[in-house]
């Protein structure tokens, strides 16, 4: 497991500090102002960025990495002190990865991360990751399958997998927010799944049947759009999280709940298409 230090006010994955150093990354400017990356998404409140640094000790010679930075809302900076849900920002992000990571999941490599604070509020913070590379986004991977006997074959075992991510992922406490098709990255070589987009995502001591249903609605929705899924096959994912053949009575109420969720979100990104004039 990574070991981390804290260097300039900077938190620092020790497996990267000598690379960010000869590069020129010692202090928290250097990586809010860094100039030489590729814009990947730009928005307000949070920004992303691409860049590769030259390393002979990796296998392709080089590491790109993902530099986020945050300009935290009045709403994050209310909820960093108040704390009534749980902060969804870059601090949130870097913490629950590194989290994710010591219960065994397969998350993006934490490599540094910065926060300024005024007093106890913080302002603005950056979250630097490594990529994580040889992967296919899950929802393009499902789409792109073939109608025949072998295609329907990976379509179910994904079902599968990812069944038992979920059920692990809830069972340690986690819930995501975020749970789409969109946010698990298969690198097929070594049938690993990685999580994706840990802003929101927060722990509990128990896992919460408000945000189980609130995952599972947004990964039935997704994994329906991609046109590729029907109900009949999803339940091959119930049986698998549930853990039976035959789901009990209060089972089948939670998957109501859950299946109606789906509907709703479903509802919402109509109205939403329509607006957009798509």
Not at 17 to 27: P, Q
Not at 31 to 37: A, D, I, P
């Amino acid at each position: 497991m990574s070991e981390f230090i804290i260097k300039n006010g900077i938190t620092i994955n020790k497996d990267f500090e000598e690379l960010l150093h000869n590069e020129g990354f010692k202090s928290y400017g250097d990586f809010m102002n860094l100039k030489n990356c590729e814009p990947v998404k730009v928005k307000k409140s949070r920004s992303v960025f691409k860049f590769s640094l030259k390393d002979s000790s990796s296998e392709k010679g080089e590491r790109v990495f993902y530099l986020k930075r945050h300009n935290y809302s009045g709403s994050e900076k209310f909820s960093s002190l108040v704390n009534l849900k749980g902060r969804e920002d870059g601090y949130n992000e870097w913490h629950q990865t590194i989290a994710l990571r010591e219960e065994g999941f397969n998350v993006m490599t934490p490599v540094a991360f910065g926060e300024k604070k005024l007093g106890p509020v913080p302002l603005e913070c950056f979250t630097l990751s490594e990529e994580v590379s040889d992967c296919v986004r899950a929802s393009d991977y499902v789409e792109g399958l073939a109608d025949d006997g072998q295609g329907v074959k990976k379509r179910v075992g994904l079902l599968v997998k990812l069944a038992g991510l979920a059920k692990d992922f809830h069972d340690k406490g986690f819930n995501h927010q975020d749970f789409y098709l969109v946010h698990f990255f298969l690198r097929l070589e070594t049938d690993e799944i990685f999580i994706m987009d840990l802003q929101r995502v927060h722990r509990r001591q128990a896992p919460s049947t408000r945000w189980v249903v609130k995952d599972l609605g947004q990964f039935v929705f997704s994994a329906l759009q991609t046109g590729k899924y029907t109900r009949d096959d999803l339940l091959v994912f119930w049986h698998e999280y549930f853990g039976r053949d035959k789901l009990t009575g209060g089972e089948k109420k939670m998957l109501d709940s859950i299946m109606s969720k789906a509907a709703r979100i479903a509802r919402h990104d109509e109205k939403l298409q329509k607006r957009s004039g798509k």
